[in-house]
């Protein structure tokens, strides 16, 4: 957990506690962060960031995409975003954007996007330094982002 993740947003309410074998330093903050949130009790404000699991997201693996169904839809395909060309969905959770490169892949336990509770699936879109979840409708050949944090909303529609 970093102070650099909530510079748009507060932590949500609910952390998850950090893995088996992580440093003990990382106990005792999780711990002074739950602290925190309980003694502010009703005033924490709400949120949609991440927490503690995800900071780090790596590209989905050909196996992770390969057990998705909405993974493997967007394999190799490209799309707009917010008008601009092109967002391209590569092997191995690769993803090429006009702002650079980036990570892709399967987003679990997205938070404040209802559209991607099971059994519906979203992804992760990670590029240029933010986060963000996408609901992909794909019979109509659009999705719907929706930045982590501040919750800006960007339409995608495919190429």
């Known amino acids: 957990m970093d102070k650099r993740h909530y510079g748009g947003s507060y932590p949500p309410r609910e952390l998850d ?6 440093n003990p330093s990382t106990a005792w903050l999780h711990r002074a962060w739950v602290e925190a949130i309980q003694a502010a009790g009703d005033t924490w404000p709400a949120s ?3 927490g503690t ?13 390969s057990a998705s169904p909405l993974a493997t839809s ?3 395909t490209h799309w707009t975003w917010a008008g601009i060309k092109t967002l ?6 690769a993803l090429k954007t006009p702002w650079g490169s980036g990570k892709w892949g399967v987003a679990h336990k997205p938070r404040g996007m209802p559209e991607c509770d099971p059994p ?4 992760y879109i990670d590029f240029s330094g933010a986060a ?16 982590v944090g501040d919750g800006e909303v ?5 190429l």
Not at 17 to 22: E, I, L, V
């Open 17 to 22: 506690p950090p893995p088996a074998g992580a």
């Open 48 to 50: 949609n960031a991440m």
């Open 53 to 65: 699991v995800g900071w780090r997201r790596e590209g989905a693996t050909a196996a992770e995409i």
């Open 74 to 76: 967007v394999l190799g």
């Open 88 to 93: 391209s969905f590569l092997p191995a959770g």
């Open 120 to 123: 519906r699936e979203c992804l």
């Open 132 to 147: 963000h979840h996408a609901a992909f409708e794909l019979s109509r050949g659009e999705f719907k982002s929706v930045r």
């Open 154 to 158: 960007v339409i995608g529609k495919k």
